[in-house]
């Protein structure tokens, strides 16, 4: 089902429930997105999950540039000029739990350093940065990981 919405005006009634909620890039644009999460609980059937992808405003690349002085807007990526909202993992964790939802599993996803460079097939080099990247931020994830890749499912009571 696709249902084209705005989401700061809140989620229209879809009166059924479903396996998979995806807000894939969505949360920090929200003017509140505790609001949004909050109404997703409701459309979860039992079993159902909430996958995001949430940007890591903890990645080193941001640091190094809000430690420099430097805030840039640009067009997409951690510095994306439509983001409101900017959360480390720990901001992340927070505004989960406060929406009700337990985190179950966690990936990092890698800069995208092609994207980056503005080359999308830059070569072999890239390739290896772009690997390299990825396994520091499997080892690292609040300071490499690009994005963060979550499964989550709402807390029952008893949690």
């Not at 809140?10 to 999460?37: A, K, M, N, S, Y």
């Not at 059937?45 to 995001?52: E, H, M, Q, T």
Request: proline share 7%; aromatic share 12%.
């Amino acid at each position: 089902m696709f249902v084209q919405a705005d989401l700061d005006s809140g989620l229209p009634v879809l009166g059924q429930t479903f396996d998979f909620v995806l807000c894939l890039d969505i949360l920090e644009h929200l003017r509140d997105p505790l609001q949004l999460l909050g109404q997703i609980t409701p459309l979860l059937s039992p079993d159902g999950v909430l996958i995001a992808s949430l940007p890591n405003s903890g990645n080193i690349y941001f640091r190094l540039n809000v430690l420099l002085g430097r805030f840039p807007a640009e067009d997409r990526g951690l510095f994306d000029r439509t983001h409101l909202h900017f959360y480390t993992w720990a901001g992340w964790l927070r505004l989960f739990s406060q929406a009700g939802f337990r985190i179950q599993s966690v990936k990092p996803s890698s800069v995208p350093v092609a994207l980056a460079l503005g080359r999308p097939n830059a070569g072999p080099l890239v390739g290896a940065l772009e690997t390299a990247w990825y396994w520091l931020a499997r080892i690292w994830k609040k300071l490499f990981a690009y994005q963060f890749i979550v499964v989550a499912k709402p807390r029952q009571d008893h949690e």
